[in-house]
């Protein structure tokens, strides 16, 4: 039951970070050491390509689908992605490691800026020179450069940083930043071409709920309670699950598939799947969440309680002075993000990430943590995939930006994506 200043109090003594939190403690097997590298390369770099958190899914989504794509092209296992295997005349023995380092390092050094190139190029170097030169390596290296030039091409014009127009608040209801905010600085997801979807809206959910509707009344309610700065209702552990989980989810999640991929004896070829998989799971979730978000321009809990005696609705109190959890006036730092209600990034995101690693390994128990920069070296713990699924939805709840059916809506998109994955891609070969 905390107050305004309890809220700082709930976090003093931490350090908070923007940064990704880099893992530590032992992190591979000889096997997949390179593949584990790279992956934590990319998720690095990626941020630095484009830091905020719906901005960096498709960098790290094109890396881990190329390096799938150069594994794949050597065990041939499994459907690739993109890369068209005929073309390649591979010797038995390939290099996994120099496919892997090829295919990831020749698709980041296309993104980053020219800065960045250099300490790439390095790390390229080093991991070559841990492999034995001759036909093996060179193999491995045809491989991952076919790999990352069929990704390159396929998102050659995607809709990346595409010019958008913001739609104009007219009607009760209708998003708005938050008086003195800031507008949405990657509109643009929404309109990216999809990885794996057939078109944005594939999955496209019915919407928020009516204005004048009880079940409205009662999430305006709830959220206006539970997700104020001053709650007397939200608990200490869920404040801090709130601010915990207001970190990017590209940080958050591959640094759990890098430790799964150890502790549940992935081989090279599986763990580049799976990583694969979770990534462009993830960017389609973005993809998808961000079409929703302006087709429906729903407001966020901040505007509507400030506004409700514009909503049509005898159950909703006007608050003109609420504030939610997430405020500049705590620590950490925090505030309403500056785009649309419905339906949760969040939800979206890491709903197809946890459901496609729950069909990947065939179930929903896994024992895992899960770190956040928010409170660095204080995981959250998880016995099962969905705990975190639902976890994350009440989250949302408790930091006072987003309606439930945002966050409910949001996870169910995700689900669909990763069922639209198991279906339609990396079939295995018979």
Same mark, same amino acid.
């Given at each position: 039951m905390l107050a305004a200043g309890a809220v700082t109090a709930a976090v003093s003594g931490t350090t908070v970070s923007a940064a990704p939190q880099p893992s530590t403690g032992a992190l591979s097997t000889a096997d997949i050491d390179v593949l584990l590298e790279w992956n934590l390369i990319a998720q690095g770099e990626t941020v630095l390509i484009r830091p905020t958190a719906h901005g960096q899914a498709?960098?790290?989504?094109?890396?881990?689908?190329?390096?799938?794509?150069?594994?794949?092209?050597?065990?041939?296992?499994?459907?690739?992605?993109?890369?068209?295997?005929?073309?390649?005349d591979l010797a038995p023995g390939a290099s996994h490691d120099a496919a892997i380092a090829t295919a990831a390092h020749h698709v980041l050094v296309a993104l980053v800026a020219a800065g960045r190139v250099a300490a790439l190029d390095a790390a390229y170097d080093a991991t070559l020179l841990s492999i034995p030169d001759g036909p093996g390596e060179d193999d491995g290296v045809a491989a991952g450069e076919a790999a990352a030039a069929a990704m390159l091409a396929a998102r050659a014009d995607d809709g990346y940083l595409a010019p958008f127009v913001f739609p104009v608040a007219t009607e009760p209801g209708d998003w708005e930043p938050v008086p003195g905010g800031a507008y949405d600085p990657d509109p643009w997801v929404g309109g990216l071409d999809p990885f794996l979807l057939d078109s944005a809206s594939q999955f496209r959910s019915k919407g928020p709920l009516k204005l004048t509707s009880g079940a409205y009344a009662k999430e305006f309610n709830e959220v206006k309670e539970?997700?104020?700065?001053?709650?007397?209702? +939200?608990?200490?552990?869920?404040?801090?699950?709130?601010?915990?989980?207001?970190?990017?989810?590209?940080?958050?999640?591959? +640094?759990?598939?890098?430790?799964?991929?150890v502790s549940e004896g992935l081989d090279v070829v599986d763990g580049s799947r799976l990583l694969a998989q979770v990534n462009l799971a993830a960017a389609d979730g973005a993809t998808a969440c961000w079409e929703e978000k302006y087709y429906w321009n729903f407001w966020r809990p901040t505007m509507a309680i400030r506004e409700a005696d514009t909503d049509g609705n005898r159950k909703t109190v006007a608050d003109p002075t609420w504030t939610p959890l997430f405020d500049v006036t705590t620590s950490p730092t925090l505030t309403t993000p500056p785009f649309p209600d419905h339906p949760s990034g969040h939800g979206c995101v890491s709903g197809a990430v946890l459901h496609t690693a729950k069909t990947f390994f065939g179930t929903d128990k896994m024992d895992f943590e899960v770190h956040s920069g928010r409170f660095p070296g204080q995981p959250r713990q998880f016995s099962t995939f969905s705990s975190a699924i639902q976890e994350i939805v009440d989250s949302r709840v408790w930091?006072?930006?987003?309606?439930?059916?945002?966050?409910?809506?949001?996870?169910?998109?995700?689900?669909?994506?990763?069922?639209?994955?198991?279906?339609?891609?990396?079939q295995p070969v018979e």
């Open positions: 498709r960098g790290i989504a094109m890396v881990q689908g190329a390096v799938y794509d150069a594994v794949n092209a050597i065990d041939r296992g499994h459907q690739p992605y993109l890369l068209d295997l005929e073309t390649l539970i997700g104020s700065l001053t709650s007397t209702t +939200r608990t200490a552990d869920q404040t801090t699950a709130a601010i915990f989980w207001q970190f990017p989810p590209t940080a958050l999640w591959n +640094r759990v598939f890098r430790e799964l991929s930091g006072g930006i987003h309606f439930r059916t945002a966050d409910e809506e949001g996870a169910v998109i995700g689900k669909k994506i990763a069922r639209w994955l198991d279906s339609n891609y990396f």
